[in-house]
């Protein structure tokens, strides 16, 4: 049975503060634990109902109730079983980003936008991921829920973004997506680089727009000037996959 003070500490986890001073998070479902317990990471502990079948026999897991898995799942329908996992460092030297392709993501605010565009990058063999520090947290349950496993394989980095780019020490090709960019479908595109997606409604910052040496832009096809605009994970997919492409 799950003490008070128990539940009361997973609990905590759901929210940026207390995860932040415990330096854990919590992953839930069979998909992703597993994924989690054949990882480098640190799980510390697993809560998991009868019919869980671990895979790993180096964390111990303790049985719990469906209602007790209730108590302490943050999903509308609990999912056989929860992680406690220790957050890693994600310290990156710039210089390991030379050669690479990288998403530069500013100031995302939705978790369900962020897991996906994990979750594509992974997809797209895209290793790392810097995020301006006021981008949605990569270990909020949602996010986390959201890129089914990705974020395991994906380094997410989270620092100033202006200070990240004037520090550099070496040059490599910024793309961002802008309105006013060139019709991505029509430039040639190198296997490596920096792409900036802006946030969801205003964009990317007008002081990062200075580092950006290619604007990109993905044209629209729609029968009507008022068509809404692509949600920044779509356009993040669509992007990722014609650089991919242009290296068949």
Known sequence: MLSKNTVKYINS??????????????????????????????????YAVGQYKSITDKTEITEISEQELKR?????????????????????????????????????????????????????????????????????PKV?????????????????????????SFTPPVFGALLKGKNIFKMKLPPEGFIIIGNESKGISGNLKQFITHPVMIPSFAQIESAESLNASVATSIILAEFRRQQF
């Open 13 to 46: 986890l759901k929210t940026n503060k207390f995860r932040n001073k415990y330096n854990k998070f919590i992953a839930e479902g069979p998909k992703i634990v597993g994924e989690l317990l054949r990882s480098q990471f640190d799980v510390e502990s697993v």
């Open 72 to 140: 302490i799942s943050s999903l509308k329908t609990p999912n056989q079983v929860l992680a406690v996992v220790n957050i890693p460092d994600t310290k990156t030297d710039s210089d390991s980003l030379k050669n690479e392709l990288v998403l530069v993501l500013d100031d995302i605010n939705d978790p369900g936008n962020l897991g996906t565009i994990i979750r594509s990058a992974d997809w797209f063999g895209v290793r790392h991921i810097v995020c301006s520090n006021n981008t949605v947290d990569v270990y909020n």
């Open 144 to 168: 986390i829920q959201a890129t089914m496993g990705s974020f395991i394989r994906v380094k997410t980095i989270y620092t100033d973004l202006n200070k990240f780019f004037t520090n550099l």
